[in-house]
């Protein structure tokens, strides 16, 4: 239970007074079935005394009305742009009705679980079950599954539930989701990989020329492109922005310290001082250097690329660091009741317990949509909407792969085997700000590397190029009428069949993304990935909320209707670069918005001419 008070802010055990029928009221039908996604096969039944931490999501109650502000508040043509929400409507929009709750409580009484406990708004029910009790609840048979990779999930394909609960409950895991929430770089990070692009000229620029080494791309790069260098922030006291860290990445404050006083001496003491936040377990920020077992296993470089990024580009503006503990991969054992819930719902119920949160959230995670079933989703998604809602940019990063993977024999579906581009989620969640990644100067174009051999002489098996594509689960959002359906007519029947034209396509924007100056294990290297250029434009947006707080306005919030409205003037185009993926040459990128770059890198003085802050 340790791990559900420190879950939850407001921590309700409840002892429902309902009148309490013997035996449930209608029939179990099934619920749900998802695939087994391939690369996971089942190791036989799961030990019946496993425990789960179990999370019901309930319907919430006005979830559409909770939409319409938010689209409202972020509209700057609305006369309530800027408006945002606080916690407390956010809770009285999405809290289920009373009646949901107590046939619900009803359920649970009657199946012996007596012990639970509410998410803030009381549209989650967390409860801690083993697995026989859980068979019993949802009417189903939990496995062991093993991924290719040897880690294990407890999870079932299907589940069921009472006919009259079915209204009442969106989804309840873990059951079918096999989702790992990945960081967008461990696959790819390669340390003195030096590949470069082919037929790749220097900048002519001087300026530009003087400050970006393909090799070790530096702050003062970054700066320079995007038009950030010298800018003088007004009042990072009101300002503040923060990163996400599942599966045990956390920062490590001697390697960043370090980079710190490289790139930006005035930010290092900050290395050691900024707050970290530890929810459900996540380990705290690290005053010790990594141990060699750490190192050698590649751990928190997610970590520490994204507050290396941040503090370098933001300084002073106040850095939070959350990690979320509880994730997967595990190996079940049943002794360890080990938490086994994607980590997304976990933060994000943490974070709808705080009264107030950090202008701009990067998040450099995901995984294959069609790993997380679509009602799941739909939820975790939703949980990111009032996210927006209450001010708060939200950026995730693409994805590595492209279109899905390097060659088809990674692009098949989970329903019937066949040949498909493999969207990523949550970067098909139209409540993010979705950051694809580019790689050189004169021009910028999409990211794109090889696999083989590196100049290093070493053979590296990886490819990356920047995450693309369009969601098979979410509708493309009404922001998205003008461009998407232009870009979908231009590619005049390419790729036809093998992505979904009508969903919601991404990225958004991007950034750089390839041979980030990286300081790790002691060691200065380069790290590349859309895990770099999340925090990056996340960075910029910072900059852009001290503009607007010190003009009076409010800040950028949920970035897409204002972005696809008016803001993508602030961006620069990018319209060419490598693509190929899923064994084709991927989606174009090309003038005006793509689904490899959105509508590209920022351009930090023409976005505050644009917002009236400069
Ligand atoms: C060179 O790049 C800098 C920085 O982006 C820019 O301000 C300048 O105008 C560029 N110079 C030329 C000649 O394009
Ligand atoms: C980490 O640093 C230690 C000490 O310098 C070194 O021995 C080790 O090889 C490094 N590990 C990696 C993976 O870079
Ligand atoms: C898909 O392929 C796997 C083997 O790779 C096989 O076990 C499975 O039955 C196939 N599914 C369908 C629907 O053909
Ligand atoms: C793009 O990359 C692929 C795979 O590495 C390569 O075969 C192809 O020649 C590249 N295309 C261009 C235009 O550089
Ligand atoms: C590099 O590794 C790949 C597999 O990862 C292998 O197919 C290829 O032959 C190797 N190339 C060289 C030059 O060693």
């Given at each position: 239970m340790l791990y559900l008070s420190s879950l939850l802010s407001v921590a309700i055990a409840a002892q429902a007074a309902v009148a309490t029928p013997i035996k449930a009221r209608t029939a179990y039908e099934i619920k749900e079935i998802h695939e087994v996604p391939r690369k996971w096969s089942s190791q036989g039944r799961a030990p019946s005394d496993h425990m789960l931490h179990m999370q019901i999501g309930l319907k919430q109650g006005k979830f559409d009305e909770l939409e319409r502000h938010l689209y409202e508040v972020s509209d700057p043509d609305h006369p309530r742009y800027g408006q945002y929400l606080a916690v407390e409507d956010i809770h009285d929009l999405v809290a289920p009705s009373e009646e949901s709750l107590d046939l619900v409580h009803e359920w649970l009484l009657t199946n012996g679980v007596d012990k639970f406990n509410y998410s803030p708004a009381k549209d989650w029910i967390n409860i801690y079950i083993d697995v026989e009790s859980a068979e019993r609840l949802l009417d189903t048979e939990y496995s062991v599954y093993e991924h290719e990779d040897g880690s294990q999930l407890v999870r079932t394909s299907e589940w069921s539930l009472p006919k009259h609960l079915h209204d009442l409950i969106d989804t309840i895991q873990p059951t079918n989701s096999f989702m790992r929430t990945k960081p967008k770089s461990a696959d790819w990070i390669q340390f003195g990989d030096k590949w470069t692009p082919p037929g790749y000229k220097p900048p002519s620029n001087e300026t530009i020329a003087k400050v970006c080494n393909i090799a070790s791309v530096t702050l003062e790069c970054f700066n320079t492109l995007y038009g950030t260098l010298g800018y003088k922030q007004k009042v990072p006291e009101f300002n503040s922005i923060a990163f996400n860290n599942y599966l045990n990445n956390t920062p490590i404050r001697p390697d960043i310290f370090e980079f710190l006083k490289l790139y930006n001496p005035a930010a290092a003491p900050e290395a050691f001082t900024f707050k970290s936040v530890e929810i459900a377990g996540g380990p705290a920020a690290q005053f010790t250097p990594l141990t060699p077992f750490e190192a050698a296993n590649g751990a928190s470089e997610e970590a520490v690329l994204d507050a290396e990024t941040i503090l370098g580009m933001t300084f002073p503006i106040p850095v939070t660091s959350y990690s979320t503990g509880g994730s997967p991969p595990f190996v079940v054992d049943i002794n360890t009741p080990t938490d086994t819930n994607e980590p997304y719902l976990t933060w994000a119920t943490y974070i709808s317990g705080q009264k107030t949160i950090p202008h701009v959230i990067s998040s450099s995670y995901g995984d294959d949509?069609?790993?997380?079933?679509k009602s799941y989703a739909e939820r975790v998604c939703r949980e990111f909407a009032q996210i927006g809602a209450r001010g708060t940019t939200l950026f995730v990063s693409s994805g590595d792969?492209?279109?899905?993977?390097?060659?088809?024999?990674?692009?098949?579906?989970?329903?019937?085997?066949s040949t498909i581009f493999l969207p990523a989620f949550p970067a098909s969640c139209p409540y993010v700000t979705t950051v694809g990644a580019v790689q050189e100067f004169e021009p910028q174009v999409a990211a794109f590397r090889e696999p083989g051999l590196g100049l290093d002489g070493k053979n590296h098996s990886s490819y990356y190029a920047s995450g693309s594509g369009f969601s098979n689960?979410?509708?493309?959002?009404?922001?998205q009428d003008v461009v998407v359906p232009a870009y979908v007519k231009a590619?005049?029947?390419?790729?036809?069949?093998?992505?979904?034209?009508n969903g919601r396509a991404y990225p958004d924007v991007s950034a750089q993304g390839l041979y980030f100056a990286f300081f790790w294990n002691g060691t200065l290297s380069d790290i590349s990935g859309t895990s770099a250029s999340c925090p990056l434009m996340s960075s910029v947006a910072a900059l852009v909320n001290d503009a607007l707080i010190a003009s009076g306005k409010p800040t950028l919030g949920f970035l897409n209707p204002w972005l696809y409205s008016k803001g993508y003037k602030g961006f620069t185009d990018i319209t060419g670069g490598n693509t190929t993926s899923c064994g084709t040459d991927g989606f174009p990128v090309t003038?005006?918005?793509?689904?490899?770059?959105?509508?590209?890198?920022?351009?930090f003085p023409e976005i505050l001419s644009l917002l009236d802050c400069r």
């Open positions: 949509e069609q790993t997380v079933p792969d492209g279109a899905g993977a390097a060659d088809a024999s990674g692009c098949v579906s989970n329903i019937d085997n689960y979410f509708p493309r959002p009404n922001f590619l005049d029947g390419k790729h036809k069949g093998l992505y979904n034209p003038k005006g918005w793509d689904p490899v770059t959105g509508f590209g890198t920022p351009d």
